[in-house]
């Protein structure tokens, strides 16, 4: 349920056909015994189309070749409602406009930093919750499909990828980075001049405070919130904006004793430092947004990223309301067909390890809105029943108005 998310929207962008692999296994390879639920099977595979891949269920044959009825009625039963899909759905092309950058080994988890190996996964989840069209790439390809590039921690930069991101702010483009994100490949100094920042080295203080300033302050609460997760220090240069402000400690927490003052400490004062700042066309986060967001899941990591993206990106392609977090929303196109596709399942952990979806969860009341960019739609409907629904155009968004989705709804508009 982390994996996919990140690994999918990267494979999606190597202009290859490919397919999410699943499996009827409760458990994992060669669970003879193991069947998963059909919504869980139904889920890896409404995710899977919704991201422009096809689908596949794995088995394992018994020793004596015999295979088990039970299985192939539900994995019949799951197909039946993707093959009901497939002429919106095969050979579509999903639509991203923000690409977060991995770094060159990330398909090598053996090789992949530890840290690093937080912030894919973290970066991926926080856009899907904000409801954010997005590619995970690696810098190889070109960057002016993107209005917005995201530079993870633990995401350094090369001569040639500099190059790319330096024609991609000429051009407008915005970039968001955190924590060493956006360092030269000797983590000595920020690869573009454009950022106006002086790199001091790693974060001393642990753990510091944020406050937000008033231009990204929206839905956040007027407090110091703690920064779980070291990053850089840095001071701002002449040119950049300071958006958040850095506290420090009075003195920093260590090792857990059973003593309650070396978990916590309260903040002290200013350290005349930024925790979030603006050059440009560039924010960066000096402490460790993503791995933060991974490791704590501190909500107003999410809304302090969403308040910089409205003001990069302040006409997404997708807009919603009313759809809660877990909800993920995507967008595919084939022939003229324009397809929004709406996911609602949960992942619920029960005892220590294992994840489940034993059944969806109905929303209720949902809008979204789809940008037009100067297209006609002439007919919005339901995939695959065909019933029409009504919607509103005002010139830039066509909204529509969902009133029930149970699991999963695609939205076709024409």
Same mark, same amino acid.
């Given at each position: 349920?982390?994996?996919?998310? *990140?690994?999918?929207?990267?494979?999606?962008?190597?202009?290859?056909?490919?397919?999410?692999?699943?499996?009827?296994? !409760?458990?994992?390879?060669?669970?003879?015994?193991?069947? +998963?639920?059909?919504?869980?099977?139904?889920?890896?595979?409404?995710?899977?189309?919704?991201?422009?891949?096809?689908?596949?269920?794995?088995?394992?044959?018994?020793?004596?070749?015999?295979?088990?009825?039970?299985?192939?009625?539900?994995?019949?039963?799951?197909?039946?409602?993707?093959? =009901?899909?497939?002429? *919106?759905?095969?050979?579509?092309? @999903?639509?991203?406009?923000?690409?977060?950058? !991995? @770094?060159?080994?990330?398909?090598?988890?053996?090789?992949?930093?530890?840290?690093?190996?937080?912030?894919?996964?973290?970066?991926?989840?926080?856009?899907?919750?904000?409801? #954010?069209?997005?590619?995970?790439?690696?810098?190889?390809?070109?960057?002016?499909?993107? +209005?917005?590039?995201?530079?993870?921690?633990?995401?350094?930069?090369?001569?040639?990828?500099?190059?790319?991101?330096? $024609?991609?702010?000429?051009?407008?483009?915005?970039?968001?980075?955190?924590?060493?994100?956006?360092?030269?490949? =000797?983590?000595?100094?920020?690869?573009?001049?454009?950022?106006?920042?002086? #790199?001091?080295?790693?974060?001393? !203080?642990?753990?510091?405070?944020?406050?937000?300033?008033?231009?990204?302050?929206?839905?956040?609460?007027?407090?110091?919130?703690?920064?779980?997760?070291?990053?850089?220090?840095?001071?701002?240069?002449?040119?950049?904006?300071?958006?958040?402000?850095?506290? $420090?400690?009075?003195?920093?927490?260590?090792?857990?004793?059973?003593?309650?003052? !070396?978990?916590?400490?309260?903040?002290?004062?200013?350290?005349?430092?930024?925790?979030?700042?603006?050059?440009?066309?560039?924010?960066?986060?000096?402490?460790?947004?993503?791995?933060?967001?991974?490791?704590?899941?501190?909500?107003?990591?999410?809304?302090?990223?969403?308040?910089?993206?409205?003001?990069?990106?302040?006409?997404?392609?997708?807009?919603? =309301?009313?759809?809660?977090?877990?909800?993920?929303?995507?967008?595919?196109?084939?022939?003229?067909? $324009?397809?929004?596709?709406?996911?609602?399942?949960?992942?619920?952990? +029960?005892?220590? +390890?294992?994840?489940? /979806?034993?059944?969806?969860?109905? /929303?209720?009341?949902?809008?979204?809105?789809?940008?037009?960019?100067?297209?006609?739609?002439?007919?919005?409907?339901?995939?695959?029943?065909?019933?029409?629904?009504?919607?509103?155009?005002?010139?830039?968004?066509?909204?529509?108005?969902?009133?029930?989705?149970?699991?999963? $709804?695609?939205?076709?508009?024409?």
């Amino acid at each position: 349920y982390e994996y996919f998310p *990140w690994t999918g929207r990267y494979v999606r962008t190597l202009d290859k056909p490919f397919f999410k692999m699943t499996g009827r296994f !409760h458990k994992s390879w060669g669970d003879f015994g193991g069947l +998963r639920t059909e919504e869980s099977l139904l889920f890896d595979c409404y995710n899977a189309v919704a991201n422009g891949a096809t689908c596949s269920i794995g088995d394992h044959m018994h020793p004596r070749g015999k295979l088990d009825e039970e299985v192939y009625k539900l994995i019949g039963r799951v197909y039946s409602k993707i093959e =009901k899909l497939e002429p *919106w759905t095969y050979g579509s092309q @999903p639509v991203a406009e923000i690409a977060v950058l !991995h @770094p060159a080994t990330a398909l090598f988890p053996a090789f992949f930093p530890p840290d690093a190996r937080r912030t894919l996964p973290a970066a991926t989840r926080m856009l899907m919750e904000l409801k #954010y069209l997005f590619d995970v790439i690696d810098g190889e390809s070109s960057l002016s499909k993107y +209005r917005v590039i995201i530079i993870p921690e633990e995401v350094f930069i090369g001569a040639k990828l500099k190059k790319k991101l330096k $024609q991609h702010l000429e051009k407008g483009g915005f970039i968001i980075s955190a924590g060493t994100g956006g360092l030269d490949e =000797k983590q000595e100094k920020f690869a573009l001049e454009e950022y106006n920042l002086l #790199y001091l080295g790693p974060e001393e !203080h642990n753990p510091s405070f944020f406050k937000a300033g008033l231009k990204v302050c929206e839905g956040l609460p007027d407090m110091l919130t703690t920064v779980y997760e070291k990053g850089v220090a840095v001071q701002a240069k002449k040119g950049a904006e300071v958006l958040c402000n850095l506290y $420090q400690p009075y003195f920093n927490v260590g090792h857990w004793d059973m003593r309650h003052w !070396h978990r916590y400490a309260p903040p002290e004062k200013d350290t005349g430092r930024p925790a979030l700042t603006k050059s440009g066309n560039i924010f960066h986060f000096s402490f460790s947004l993503f791995r933060g967001y991974y490791n704590h899941a501190v909500v107003a990591y999410r809304q302090l990223l969403s308040n910089c993206l409205k003001m990069a990106l302040p006409d997404p392609l997708i807009t919603t =309301k009313n759809a809660p977090s877990y909800v993920q929303v995507t967008l595919t196109t084939k022939d003229k067909k $324009q397809s929004v596709h709406i996911l609602s399942y949960l992942p619920e952990k +029960r005892g220590e +390890r294992m994840e489940i /979806i034993e059944a969806p969860i109905c /929303i209720k009341d949902i809008t979204i809105g789809l940008r037009k960019d100067r297209k006609k739609i002439t007919k919005v409907y339901l995939a695959p029943c065909g019933r029409e629904i009504e919607f509103r155009d005002d010139g830039m968004y066509v909204w529509v108005d969902i009133p029930e989705v149970i699991g999963y $709804q695609m939205v076709v508009f024409e």
